[in-house]
């Protein structure tokens, strides 16, 4: 089976003042379909930057990304937007939920904004919430739930749409071990029943053996990478 994202010779740099500096070195890698990769490294090791790129959240300076064997990286905002909302999913560390919606609202909203219509987005949206565990809290607000909650939330948000791939950046960073590792649990059931490819980052090596492939980060650059 085909890949479903590679990299080739990524590099990103960021100028601040006179200076430069080198999130991603010559970052070549390959996930394949229906896969958890996790992408490790210490803060500053470049993971974040490189799942963004991996995203189309950010370009690359340097190097090439193709997303199902399509080139990705020199798309226009508009058609790597449409990308995005068609074919990809977000889980942040901060969970990024809006904060005067119930956990229904939240996780209906990427229906609402692809014109889906009423009866299909209700039956959709509940059962996301059901997969994460959350149906009797779906009108609850996220003031009202715990951090595991909102995260199981905003993961319950990012596959509403059936995207391809979910990318998640550091999100058991602000949970206790307990919940960090039901929420790897969710990720692992994902790729297994939904057939979802998920990319996520992490210091924690508590979640590694849960992963299909893992990718260490230091200083921008892979520096080692193998297959569970």
Known sequence: MAPIITAEGVNREFKTGKDIIYALREVTLSIETNTL?????????????????????????????????????????????????????????????????????????????????PKERRARVEECLAKVGLHKRMNHRPSELSGGEQQRVAIARAIVHRP?????????????????????????????????????????????????QVYTLEDGQIIDNYSL
Do not use: C, W
């Open 37 to 117: 990769t996790i992408l490790r490294g210490r803060s500053g090791s470049g993971k974040t930057t490189l799942i963004n790129v991996l995203g189309a959240l950010d370009k690359p300076t340097g190097g090439k990304v193709f997303f199902n064997k399509v080139e990705i990286t020199n798309l226009t905002e508009g058609v790597q937007d449409k990308l995005r909302r068609d074919s990809m999913g977000f889980v942040f560390q901060s969970f990024a939920l809006i904060s005067l919606m119930s956990a229904y609202e939240n996780v209906e909203l990427p229906l609402r904004l692809l014109g889906i219509k």
């Open 164 to 212: 391809k791939v979910v990318f998640a950046d550091e999100p058991t960073a602000e949970l206790d071990t307990h919940m960090a590792i039901q929420v790897m649990k969710l990720f692992r059931e994902l790729v297994e029943n939904e057939g979802i490819t998920v990319v996520m980052t992490t210091h924690d090596p508590n979640m590694m053996e849960l992963a299909d």
